[in-house]
């Protein structure tokens, strides 16, 4: 069984800077980081593919958000920078042991998850 555990959440100003991590306990592949807010659905915003080392983002972070892996600790981080007050969410940290892409955006498509770490962005 595969455990997850989100780190790094907090308050910030638009603009300013979080970076969350998520260190895994037994083997992952993909491993991803969905936000949900009150008010839509649970949205993929970064995946980390194991092996190719691919990197996936959602159109609206782009050029803000980096997603990265360290193998030695078994940990993914996201660097998010650029923060706007629409990236105000829980972020969730959730892995899959299939090593591809498919449907990387997609909550249900991952078989892990971390408990959540709220990220507030006050404009």
């Known amino acids: 069984q595969v455990q997850l555990m989100e780190f790094g959440g907090g308050s910030v100003q638009a603009g300013g800077s979080l970076r969350l991590s998520c260190p895994a306990s037994?083997?992952?592949?993909?491993m991803g980081w969905i936000r949900q807010t009150p008010w839509k659905e649970r949205e993929g915003v970064a995946a980390?593919?194991?092996?190719?080392?691919?990197?996936y983002y959602t159109d609206s972070v782009k050029g803000r958000f980096s997603i990265s892996r360290y193998y030695a600790k078994n940990t993914v981080y996201l660097q998010m920078n650029s923060l706007k007050p629409e990236d105000t969410a829980i972020y969730y940290c959730?892995?899959?042991?299939?090593?591809?892409?498919?449907?990387?955006?997609?909550?249900?498509?991952?078989?892990?998850w971390g408990q959540g770490t709220q990220v507030t962005v006050s404009s």
């Open positions: 980390f593919v194991t092996g190719s080392d691919s990197r």
């Open positions: 959730a892995a899959r042991s299939t090593r591809n892409a498919y449907a990387w955006h997609y909550a249900g498509a991952y078989d892990y």
């Open positions: 037994g083997y992952t592949s993909t």
